[in-house]
């Protein structure tokens, strides 16, 4: 992570506010009036300097005080070059008129004076120019930084929402699968048992009341198991096979013809693709329950394909009325988004042709990838 001095960012602010938009030109912020006082408080500087010249060769020490201020108050590379070589002009003149030195001494004691003060000058620009652009590329570097910062965030942020969104999707799929399935085979049990009680059946009435009770608790073990987060209780009593042999009975017990195959379920199959399969299973014949009028159902899970190309496949067709064009509900929805999940496919289709009333059965198949 990078890290950097306050104390040197604090300096780098400053830096960044004091210098304008282009090189090579110092900010002072000031009022015109005290520029122009500026100005002329330094060449006031310089003429007194040349004019104790006159008097004194000492005073060419106060050329080191000079240059600057010029190069200062200037506030320009060229600026400072120009009121260089004007002075130097200036020192140039006065030690050949006052001193009494040849023009070719005077020249050459300004050029030196003139060549070290550009060098210094020229100098102190390029350190303040990297100075610049130094401090530019810290801010540009903090500016990066909080960019990224705050995109982290965001990042964070999402993927929390997406978390919970995904937990709630999850929750939702797991009520629809348990809970809401086994007070749906509560009600249908309880209205049969109504019929039966109005029609004085008491020994039907019996085996109702027993039916309900197993629902109750098969319903209260998937609830238990829903919030220990342990997956469905059917698993927890025993293997895929047997999981599913307790669907189909549940069907038979309702009336209907069911048959399973699960000679080529294959064993060893992740925890996961096993909840998944149990779970397209019993929404499958929930479906045939509550909408199919069917008399016959049949569930088989295969394999097909050879190797790296091998899938599951599980099938539920029944003989009832199908679907006759309604739109999927939440159950299929949830069953598409599982198989999904592992790579799989859905797809929900006739069984046969229609037949004399309009008939057409349903068949729902599901593939997954092993």
């Given at each position: 992570?990078?890290t ?40 006031a500087?310089a003429g ?7 008097r004194?060769?000492?005073a ?11 190069w ?58 990297v ?33 919970r ?80 042999a ?40 929930s ?52 198989v ?10 006739p ?12 068949l ?7």
């Amino acid at each position: 992570m990078l890290t950097e001095d306050p104390r040197a960012a604090e300096r780098d602010r400053a830096l960044q506010e004091d210098r304008p938009g282009r090189l090579g030109r110092v900010h002072v912020p000031e009022s015109g009036g005290r520029r122009v006082a500026s100005l002329v408080g330094a060449w006031a500087f310089a003429g007194l300097t040349l004019l104790l010249l006159t008097r004194s060769p000492s005073a060419s020490v106060l050329f080191f005080a000079v240059y600057p201020v010029l190069w200062l108050v200037t506030r320009t590379r060229w600026g400072g070059a120009t009121a260089t070589l004007v002075f130097s002009a200036g020192i140039s003149l006065v030690l050949h008129a006052a001193r009494g030195e040849t023009w070719g001494d005077a020249a050459v004691n300004g050029v030196l004076s003139a060549a070290f003060s550009l060098f210094m000058g020229l100098w102190f620009w390029r350190v303040y120019e990297v100075s610049g652009q130094r401090s530019e590329a810290l801010a540009r570097e903090r500016e990066a930084r909080e960019a990224l910062r705050a995109a982290q965030d965001e990042l964070v942020a999402a993927e929390r929402e997406a978390a919970r969104t995904a937990e709630r999707e999850q929750w939702a799929r797991d009520v629809h699968d348990t809970l809401a399935q086994g007070f749906v085979s509560v009600i249908t049990l309880a209205q049969a048992a109504g019929g039966e009680l109005a029609r004085g059946d008491a020994d039907a009435v019996a085996r109702r009341l027993v039916q309900l009770e197993e629902v109750a608790r098969d319903n209260l073990a998937e609830a238990r198991a829903l919030v220990a987060g342990q997956g469905p209780a059917d698993l927890l009593a025993g293997d895929l096979a047997a999981a599913l042999a307790r669907l189909v009975d549940e069907q038979r017990r309702r009336g209907r013809t069911a048959s399973l195959d699960v000679e080529g379920l294959p064993t060893g199959l992740p925890r996961e693709t096993q909840v998944v399969v149990l779970r397209v299973v019993q929404e499958a014949l929930s479906n045939v329950t509550r909408h199919a009028g069917a008399d016959d159902v049949a569930v088989a899970v295969t394999t097909s394909g050879p190797g790296a190309f091998a899938e599951l496949v599980i099938t539920v067709e029944d003989d009832g009325q199908g679907t006759r064009g309604t739109a999927e509900g939440t159950g299929l929805t949830g069953m598409r988004a599982r198989v999904e999940a592992l790579g799989g496919t859905v797809t929900v289709d006739p069984a046969h042709g229609p037949d004399a009333d309009g008939s057409t059965g349903t068949l729902v198949e599901a593939r997954i990838p092993l």
